[in-house]
């Protein structure tokens, strides 16, 4: 592996990233808003639903915290039911929202990655550069995943203050993160990371513009959408059990989705088609 060209194309393919705006605005906007904004929401919680003509009545409320497992209202402890429903939604309804952020930046870069480039009419001179097809297919694949990776992890950070600073007023202590966020940010965020962007790649490579390719590229989220639908009417919930059961059936997709890239990426196919 000529691991000095890989590195090259790596930082080319960010440096573009940090120079186009219509690619860096979602990876800043996207994560503010779900990191900060509705963790402060969440927080408000208790006083939202006794504001008059709120349509969370406290009979609703109640239907969460009955819905929860045992195990989980074991962990949260002997605290208010205010608290318990901020912690709820704290600990479990964020999960599906946070796992978009490394599946949406990992799908907007390797959108990028091929499909901008051939926008752009610089993705022939990549293809003519002194490296072999797999060594120029793992360029194009950590391009996205490294800046996916860091800010899933690094938002992972950052909701742990925002999380623990919006429900303080209610909840009174420090409580995130528990178990399940922890595999939840190490183990499956990248490969959710890695979904993104292997299925995305696969479609750019064929996409003849970047807003074709990402388009494309976002139907990857549909199953955390279902995810989030199950989790807030009550028929599923994040675990620890779930959260390595989903990350290992992941990380096998993706390594189905490697195997396919890497025997179907031909640059000499690409040179053709351009």
């Known amino acids: 592996m000529n691991w000095r060209a890989i590195r090259a194309i790596v930082r080319k393919d960010l440096k573009v990233v940090l120079q186009n705006k219509g690619v860096l605005l979602p990876m800043i906007i996207v994560p503010a808003l779900f990191l900060v904004l509705i963790p402060l929401l ?5 006083q939202l639903a006794r504001m008059p003509g709120s349509n ?5 409320m109640q239907v969460y915290l009955e819905q929860m497992p045992p195990s989980m209202t074991a962990e949260m402890g002997s605290v208010s039911d205010d608290a318990k429903l ?3 939604f704290m600990l479990y309804f964020i999960a599906p929202m946070y796992l978009i952020l490394p599946m949406m930046v990992a ?6 990655s091929f499909a901008g480039e051939k926008e752009r009419k610089t993705l022939e001179a990549i293809l003519y550069t002194p490296t072999t097809d797999a060594e120029l297919f793992l360029a194009k694949l950590l391009a996205p995943l490294l800046p996916a990776t860091a800010v899933a992890w690094g938002g992972f950070l950052l909701l742990c203050v925002t999380a ?3 429900a303080w007023q209610v909840v009174g202590k420090v409580f995130f993160p528990n178990g399940m966020w922890i595999v939840l940010a ?3 965020a990248p490969a959710v990371a890695g979904l993104a962007l292997g299925f995305t790649v696969l479609v750019s490579l064929r996409a003849k513009s970047f807003q074709e390719a990402y388009q494309m590229g976002a139907l990857v989220v549909i199953p955390l959408v279902v995810l989030m639908i199950a989790q807030a009417a009550g028929a599923v919930f994040f675990s620890v059990g779930l959260a390595l059961a989903l990350g290992l059936a992941l990380w096998l997709v993706n390594a189905g989705l490697l195997w396919y890239g890497s025997r179907t990426f031909k640059r000499g196919e690409l040179i053709a088609r351009l």
């Open 42 to 46: 969440f927080g408000l919680l208790p």
């Open 56 to 60: 969370m009545s406290g009979a609703s």
């Open 107 to 112: 799908s907007v870069i390797a959108a990028d």
């Open 186 to 188: 190490l183990w499956v």
């Open 164 to 166: 623990n600073l919006g």
């Open 86 to 88: 901020v912690m709820l």
